[in-house]
């Protein structure tokens, strides 16, 4: 019988993927300051179209501006932390679900045991 279980995939920060991982949040930073450009472009088109500007389509605007803002600034919370992590932590990267083959005689506490995977530079170095 096969069982789906949860598996978690780590990282092993090094100075590659220290580097990719600043390079990655730095680049959806920038798409997030330009989606806000874009977002007041957007409103000033439709100010000036329109004879009123709906208060619910300034809100609209409004929230989808403050939205990318959180985001920033979790994104500067993140590279910041990134700054001050020392080489060799191990970061969770992601988590998927994988298939278990239970058999009779198994021990039970070894299949409950949640799974793992480090990755270290791109490379699987490690299965738990």
């Known amino acids: 019988m096969n069982l789906l279980t949860k598996v978690t995939v780590k990282q092993i920060l090094t100075e590659k993927s220290k580097k990719e991982l600043f ?34 389509l300034r809100q609209r605007f409004d929230r989808e501006v403050n939205t990318r803002l959180e985001k920033i600034k979790q ?35 070894h299949i409950r045991i949640e799974k793992s995977i480090i990755v270290k530079d791109g490379v699987v170095v490690d299965i738990q």
């Open 75 to 109: 994104l500067d919370f993140q590279m910041e932390q990134l700054n001050v992590l020392p080489i060799g932590s191990e970061l969770i990267e992601n988590e998927l679900h994988g298939l278990v083959e239970v058999k009779v005689g198994d021990n039970w506490d």
């Open 23 to 56: 390079t990655s949040f730095s680049n959806r930073k920038v798409q997030l300051e330009r989606e806000i450009e874009q977002l007041h472009f957007e409103r000033k088109r439709l100010e000036k179209g329109k004879k009123y500007f709906d208060s619910k």
